[in-house]
């Protein structure tokens, strides 16, 4: 009896050396994972072949993930253009009591994101100034309220799973200068307009027990005006600018997922 008992020990330490040289997660495995959320979670400038409308891509940080892991279940709902309203209308039936895993992205087009970005590239820098004032009025002053509705609707109709909700690269290097594009003082400005969307979706997800990670610092190096750039400038298609390219996802998206999980 000592001698098997002596074995099964001797199995287990085995077991678990083997999950942590393979750096597999242990609460991933076997989850019941859905994917919610807008552009930067369905994979907008990633592949020139999406699967569907929705814009969403097999080299998203979702698909990453979960060919990574290998997960009992996957739901993909993220769509480009998303907003928290559309989120709760048309993605949440993908939520269920059995679900145990959520990722989530969403913010950036509740506070019009995409006309900022096109005001600041067909219009004057003042122009482009007042956008982004705009935007960051309406996230400090309304977001948190929709924000609030969309995670209380998600922990309704999954109230066992693990949330967790990804925020905003800065766009732009602002330490390097003469980048083609727009002002130095509009780089500034737009990092900044990130960084608050940041705070209040991380607050956010703090009031209904979620867990935020940041991908500022998986982008860092690899921003606009870096000599590698993990993010589309204006480019075409057009609504591939000022997303995060396939190695984006894989070098910050799904790091900073795979911390959350």
């Known amino acids: 009896m000592r001698r098997s008992a002596l074995l099964a020990g001797v199995a287990s330490l085995a077991a678990a050396a083997a999950l942590v040289i393979s750096g597999a997660p242990a609460q991933a495995s076997g989850a019941n994972y859905v994917a919610l959320g ?31 892991v290998g997960v009992a279940s996957f739901t993909f709902e993220a ?49 482009c100034q007042s956008a982004i ?3 960051v009025t309406k996230a400090k002053n309304t977001l948190p309220g929709v924000l609030d509705t969309l995670y209380n609707d998600i922990s309704a109709d999954a109230p066992s799973a693990h949330v ?51 991908v500022v610092s998986g982008f860092s190096g690899h921003e606009l005006c870096d000599s590698t750039e993990w993010l589309h400038s204006l480019t075409w298609p057009i609504s591939d600018s000022y997303h995060p390219t396939a190695s984006g996802h894989s070098n910050a998206y799904l790091p900073a997922f795979e911390r959350g999980v």
């Open 133 to 135: 004032a705009g935007a």
């Open 164 to 214: 967790v909700v990804l925020g905003y690269p800065e766009f732009y290097d602002t330490s390097q200068t003469g980048c083609i594009g727009l002002s130095q003082a509009d780089h500034v400005a737009l990092d900044n307009a990130s960084d608050t969307l940041n705070s209040v979706v991380s607050a956010a997800a703090g009031r209904h027990g979620y867990t935020y990670e940041s």
């Open 79 to 127: 769509c480009t253009g998303a907003t928290a309203p559309s989120i709760e209308s048309g993605q949440l039936g993908g939520l269920t009591a059995s679900t145990t895993l959520v990722s989530l992205t969403d913010g950036g087009n509740d506070v019009g994101f995409s006309s900022i970005m096109e005001t600041c590239v067909l219009e004057s820098d003042s122009s």
């Open 38 to 68: 807008d552009s930067y979670s369905s994979g907008v400038g990633t592949t020139s072949n999406y699967l569907n409308s929705c814009d969403q891509s097999t080299a998203a940080y979702p698909e990453l993930y979960k060919s990574a």
